[in-house]
């Protein structure tokens, strides 16, 4: 595309949508003007092209999709298949992937897919199989009873979440916690990193129907070699959620051991974060669950977003060229360049460093929880999340920690002395971060003291540091 098509397409939506309420145009407006002007660091974040955004503002949006490719609950869906199928083409092939179902609308999604998808091959009862061979309506109420009871209880092993993992890993709160008797493993409580060990000891106790693999803040690889090695040691499913570093295997940056695909048993993703696709999910499995996968609507899963497959079909397509391959190489070089930045400064990193595309600040060394050293980076024009630790004292909404990924800054073009100078601007800060107190004077998770000028003055040269590389360059909506 041109650079004068993508500033006249964007622009001219801009318009259409204005003549309608012009208050949705004028925040779309000024969210492009913030992420030009913000260091974007949150990890699970980044830019997604303009051919990937332009994919979803169409008429597959009007689209009911039922079903799977060929097989529609609904008439007239043959360009529906065709974006869909091309999605999963390219997701068969960028990831070596025997199988690929495309249509889970977020991370969540494709988990509950792959839980479903699992317990339903695994689990065995006279109901559960007059399931798969009847309609959904033609089950009795004691087909249904049946059914809860054998699929209640089954047991899943995954990170816990001050450890790294992720919330739909088990986490109580989640529908993951309720589905499961979940037990976590977590880190070495000095190193940070994952015992693997430990993890086979938890699994012989536990014995899981499902080990989960894959993690939302732990800066290190994983071997997935030994972890398949520990769920077949004990008959489990090996599943592993990569949605934070599908880019990095999609980039052939995690390869051998460090790749989940050719280990596990079934894989999920979300197809933006390091992927710099759209916001969606994924589901990549071996060839037995692959009829159980597809039935993810309307098991889980309500109609499709035909037009948000369209865009991850175009994603797909692009994270396929070799240019792709150099991008998430320079992901991993930026984060490490940040993690040594900010240790040369005196930060604590969990774990002391990255392999990945994110760093964990734990932020007790500057006397604040991750709430108070969060906002103090966003009044300063540096967009970050707060995020627990290993044994997190301040649990897991004030947090002791700040997570910051590369990924977003590597696609604006930014390298490795711009990753030191960004770890510069974060230490500054936090180092002039004060924590605050309530009103009764005992101490404060949330409230802090920052010079207003000092985060002014941070801000401005966050931009400076961004002015050499402008965010979709081609794209001007005066």
Not at 97 to 111: F, L, T
Not at 161 to 171: I, P
Request: proline share 5%; charged share 20%.
């Amino acid at each position: 595309m041109s650079r004068n098509a993508e500033s006249t397409a964007f622009r001219s939506a801009l318009e259409v949508i204005r003549a309608v309420e012009p208050r949705v145009a004028d925040a779309i407006g000024a969210e492009l003007t913030d992420q030009r002007e913000s260091l974007k660091l949150i990890a699970s974040e980044n830019y997604a092209s303009p051919a990937t955004l332009l994919a979803m503002g169409n008429w597959f949006s009007d689209k009911y999709a039922e079903g799977t490719v060929g097989r529609r609950f609904y008439a007239g869906c043959q360009n529906v298949d065709t974006v869909e199928a091309l999605a999963a083409e390219h997701a068969r092939e960028l990831f070596g992937a025997a199988h690929a179902y495309v249509q889970p609308h977020s991370g969540i999604d494709a988990n509950l897919v792959a839980f479903w998808a699992v317990l339903a091959d695994r689990v065995e009862s006279p109901a559960l199989k007059k399931a798969q061979v009847r309609q959904v309506n033609d089950l009795t109420e004691a087909d249904w009873f049946a059914l809860r009871r054998e699929l209640g209880n089954q047991r899943m092993l995954g990170m816990s979440l001050d450890a790294g993992g992720h919330l739909t890993h088990g986490f109580r709160p989640n529908i993951s916690g309720k589905m499961f008797d979940q037990r976590s493993y977590g880190t070495d409580p000095v190193t940070g990193l994952i015992d693997y060990d430990r993890v086979a000891e938890a699994a012989r106790e536990f014995k899981p129907l499902i080990l989960v693999g894959g993690y939302s803040a732990y800066p290190r690889k994983v071997n997935f070699r030994i972890l398949r090695e520990i769920a077949d040691s004990v008959g489990a499913t090996f599943m592993v959620d990569m949605a934070h570093f599908a880019g990095l295997v999609a980039g052939k940056v995690f390869t051998g051991d460090f790749d989940p695909v050719p280990h596990a048993h079934i894989v999920t993703t979300t197809t933006h974060k390091s992927l710099r696709g759209p916001r969606g999910g994924m589901v990549l499995c071996q060839p037995e669950l692959a009829d159980q996968v597809d039935r993810g609507c309307p098991m889980v899963l309500g109609g499709p977003l035909p037009h948000v497959m369209a865009a991850k079909a175009v994603a797909l397509a692009e994270a396929r060229r070799p240019d792709f391959a150099d991008y998430a190489t320079r992901i991993v070089d930026n984060a490490q360049a940040l993690a040594e930045g900010l240790l040369r400064r005196g930060a604590k990193l969990v774990t002391g460093g990255t392999d990945n595309h994110l760093v964990l600040i734990d932020v007790s060394g500057y006397g604040l929880t991750g709430r108070q050293a969060e906002q103090a980076l966003l009044d300063s024009g540096i967009v970050t999340n707060r995020n627990s630790v290993p044994q997190d004292a301040n649990g897991a909404w004030y947090t002791s920690g700040i997570r910051v990924g590369t990924p977003a800054l590597t696609t604006r073009g930014l390298g490795t002395a711009e990753m030191d100078q960004t770890a510069e601007l974060i230490h500054t800060v936090l180092a002039q971060t004060t924590a605050g107190a309530n009103a009764d004077g005992t101490p404060s998770k949330a409230k802090y003291t920052l010079d207003p000028d000092l985060a002014d003055k941070i801000a401005r040269q966050a931009t400076d540091l961004l002015a050499p590389h402008p965010l979709y360059p081609a794209i001007n909506l005066t």
